[in-house]
């Protein structure tokens, strides 16, 4: 059976940045980089995005388009004889499987918040902790969170079932372009409130006391964790993408493009959160340690509800929201779906889909049930949702990002010789042969060194 392939260079593109832009690039790294130095963190952040996210990223694409394959099978085809990287594989399908876990909880989040603000019926709500509260009844909702988090899914397969092209590649595009507009449209208006000047001073002008004052070390740490995380590398969320575009094109212009579009995304966020945070709050009030989806639902309400068409921007927000997540969502089912498609005989669509749609039912009811009836069960101090969060974030994406590396520049694995003649096939910017020695020798360290320190 024929693979599939995209439709237009700029279904690629869209899709593999909607697959790297997750719910993280909005209310996490506006309130990292102001409380770690505004510009200054931001230009140490794009650094690691360099050095650390753009060398994976190309080995994840590469493998991808190789291989022709998704990280179910890549590995099998591409190594030689008797060598055991395929066994990624178990590690990549069960990182798919665990990421989507808790992501389609958190998504189900946003659809309700939607409908919050689409109805006004939290609109007159001002504080952050009566809006707490509000947050805390809907997480501890069972019923709710079931039917919405299982509407997630329904609709992520759908789009699935409807082929590559057709369903994949149109409605992605349409959510992507969207969100966009949105986030625009959203920052423009951020930057018109009464003390937008004092939260953009304080978020872009950098601060080296803030970043003394934080640690120098805490700070570099803290950049390297979120340029790294942001771009879901390692468990072959991108790779799959790689396997359905040809080799008209080099590698490097496409994973530029890629990480330019979610790091626009980051810090287009920033121009929402810091103006209104200024005009509204006094300033942010979260910290940059802890701070997590919550900070959404309670700082950022509260500040919706005090503006002037508060129930418009929480509704356009909470939107731009719902295309983040599922544009997310759509792009790591397409992997699933993809595994199912390689690993198995069946070869429909719609009934790969429909398993997939009974056990996700099944498999996110743990990180459902964590946040109320199974509040008390602890691994490890974790409750069942940050515990599969952790081990995606903490282990899955830094070892899959090694494995990538290796695999890619040692003579162990498919060598530095095939990866190179892989990104550079085609037209565009080249990927320069002197990166080499740095991806074998200096990046599998870094890795090493993020993997350490996340887990610690």
């Known amino acids: 059976m024929e693979r599939e392939k995209f439709g237009s260079r700029l279904g690629f593109i869209l899709i593999s940045a909607g697959c790297a832009i997750g719910l993280g690039n909005v209310y996490r790294f506006p309130i990292i980089a102001g409380a770690y130095g505004g510009a200054a963190f931001v230009i140490i952040y794009i650094l690691f995005l360099l ?60 659809f309700i918040y939607f409908f919050k603000y689409l109805t006004g019926s939290i609109i007159d709500i001002k504080d952050a902790e009566s809006l707490g509260s509000v947050f805390g009844g809907v997480v501890t909702d069972t019923s709710l969170n079931i039917y919405v988090t299982y509407a997630v899914i329904i609709i992520g397969f759908l789009v699935c079932a409807l082929g590559l092209q057709k369903g994949v590649e149109r ?61 879901s ?22 994973a530029c493009t890629i990480i330019g579009l979610d790091t626009f995304v980051a810090l287009m966020s920033g121009l ?31 500040i919706f509800n005090q503006m002037a068409g508060g129930r418009i921007v929480g509704t356009l927000f909470f939107l731009f929201m719902i295309f983040a997540a599922m544009s997310t969502v759509i792009a790591v089912f397409e992997n699933i779906v993809s595994f199912w498609l390689e690993l198995t005989k069946i070869k429909k669509r719609w009934v790969i889909c429909l398993i997939n749609i009974a056990l996700m039912m099944v498999l996110c009811l ?91």
């Open 233 to 254: 590398i390692g468990i072959g969320s991108v790779a799959i993408f790689g396997s359905y575009i040809g080799r008209e094109r080099r590698l490097l212009g496409e």
């Open 51 to 110: 050095l650390l996210g753009l060398p994976v990223m190309m080995a994840e694409l590469a493998v991808g388009r190789a291989s022709q394959r998704s990280i179910a099978t890549s590995f099998d085809v591409l190594e030689k004889p008797k060598q055991k990287w395929h066994l990624m594989k178990y590690a990549g399908v069960a990182g798919n499987y665990l990421l989507m876990m808790f992501y389609c909880t958190i998504s189900c989040w946003m």
């Open 272 to 302: 929402i959160v810091f103006p209104a945070c200024f005009t509204y709050n006094n300033g942010v009030t979260a910290d940059a340690g802890t701070v997590g989806a919550g900070f959404l639902f309670t700082t950022l309400s509260s």
């Open 171 to 231: 409605i992605t595009k349409v959510m992507m372009v969207a969100l966009l507009v949105l986030l625009i449209g959203l920052g423009i208006y951020s930057c018109t409130l009464s003390n937008a000047a004092e939260g953009l001073k304080f978020y872009l002008i950098p601060s080296f006391s803030k970043m003394a004052e934080a640690g120098v070390g805490t700070v570099v740490s803290a950049a390297m964790g979120q340029a790294f995380f942001t771009l």
């Open 366 to 456: 743990p990180c459902i049930l964590s946040n109320n009836l199974w509040a008390d069960i602890k691994v490890f101090g974790f409750n069942l949702m940050d515990l599969e969060d952790h081990v995606v974030s903490n282990w899955l994406l830094p070892i899959g990002s090694l494995v990538y590396v290796l695999f890619c520049t040692t003579r162990y694995g498919w060598g530095a010789k095939n990866f190179m003649a892989e990104v550079n096939a085609g037209e565009g910017a080249k990927y320069p042969q002197w990166i080499m020695p740095y991806m074998k020798f200096v990046l599998p360290v870094i890795i090493l060194v993020v993997f350490i320190v996340s887990v610690l």
